[in-house]
């Protein structure tokens, strides 16, 4: 089964998610078989999932949604690069940003680990990567994630 076929299958389309192509940045960078990510926020049609810091607005479960909804933002952007996510070879580096109170940064690694948890179910052993969780006061745009990778095609 192909890549986009087991996201379907999951229960997602990734023509709902995308980045918003009015930056003045690049969304991706490739590098002969690199792909350099851009951060993507928590955009679900357009629509910011989830805004505010997770401890106030946002609680941890809707933190953890809104980490795989930047995750397929993330693969939709690669995938308007490469056209077929079949052609990802591996993740080698994920970056997890959460806007959160200082009390919950024990709840960091639970939160970006919804997200390797879902990689794993799409990707199976290509889903391995190296990853990075950050917890922040505040994200652009009043996001609670942002996700950035780098992956081999």
Known sequence: MNIEAKIKQLGFDLTNYKRNGNKKFAATITDIDTIYVSG????????????????????????????????????????????????????????????????????????SDYLTDKLYEIFDEKGTHTRTTVGVNVLPGNTSVEVEMILKV
């Not at 999932?49 to 933002?73: D, H, W």
């Not at 077929?84 to 994920?94: A, G, R, T, Y």
Request: glycine share 2%; aromatic share 6%.
């Open 40 to 111: 993507h926020a928590a955009k679900y049609k357009n629509e910011l999932l989830f805004p505010g810091i997770v401890g106030r607005e946002v609680t941890v479960s809707q933190a953890k949604e809104a980490m795989v909804c930047a995750l397929f933002n993330c693969l939709a952007t690669v995938k308007d690069e490469i056209k077929s996510l079949d052609n990802i070879k591996s993740f080698l580096h994920i970056k997890c940003y959460v806007a959160i109170e200082d009390s919950l940064c024990n709840e960091l690694p639970e939160i």
